[in-house]
């Protein structure tokens, strides 16, 4: 059951709502931009009403991904295994040869879901972040690792390693600008 459940999250995580949002454009979010299939990207090239429903969208599978492995398996390490998974699956989509979103949105709407107070620790942290970083992003993801903590404080180790999985997947698809931040922070 549980091999099921994280399998549908993957499936569920390929779905790429930016995809066919500019299909109506003539453009295609993958040679505009960034070039990245997420809601940030789809802001800068279709405008702020395109980044509100493609991160609506994406905030919303990873919604799903939780609320529906909660409601078939209520154990927290499946929760967050379905979260892990739909995050792979948007970043890594086997349908688009493995090249997706960076994972923020489905993140935040799977969090949402498996324990709301889990975005107080990473709140609490970017105020802290921002004025050594200086970058929105860069603040926000490294305000992420707030959740390893709180993880290991209310949940078994099995969740708590999930929860590094994750942090790591999304410093690793925010690795560019992580390394912009730190490394403009250095020169000065």
């Known amino acids: 059951m549980v091999l099921l459940l994280t399998l549908t999250a993957y499936l569920l995580g390929n779905f790429l709502p ?3 949002i500019g299909k109506r454009s003539g453009k295609t979010i993958l ?15 279709y405008g702020k009403k395109a980044f509100l429903l493609v991160f609506l969208l994406d905030a919303g599978k990873g919604a799903l991904a939780v609320y529906m492995t909660f409601s078939l398996d209520g154990r927290p390490v499946v929760g967050l295994l379905a979260l892990a998974a739909v995050m792979l699956g948007h970043c890594y989509p086997i349908i688009h040869r493995f090249k997706g979103g960076k ?10 879901v498996f324990n709301p107070m889990g975005v107080f ?15 929105f992003t860069a603040a926000s993801v490294l305000g992420t690792i707030a959740i390893v903590p709180w993880s290991m404080w209310l949940y078994d180790g099995k969740t708590t390693l999930i929860a590094i999985f994750i942090v790591g997947l999304l410093l690793w698809t925010h690795r560019a600008a992580l ?5 403009r922070k250095q020169t000065r």
């Open 103 to 112: 994972g923020a949105a489905a993140f935040i709407g799977g969090l949402l």
């Open 121 to 135: 620790p990473i709140l609490l942290g970017f105020p802290l972040l921002y004025p050594a970083v200086r970058n």
């Open 31 to 45: 040679s505009e931009g960034s070039g990245n299939p997420g809601a940030r990207n789809a802001g800068r090239v």
């Open 179 to 183: 390394h912009i931040s730190i490394g």
């Open 18 to 20: 930016a995809l066919f």
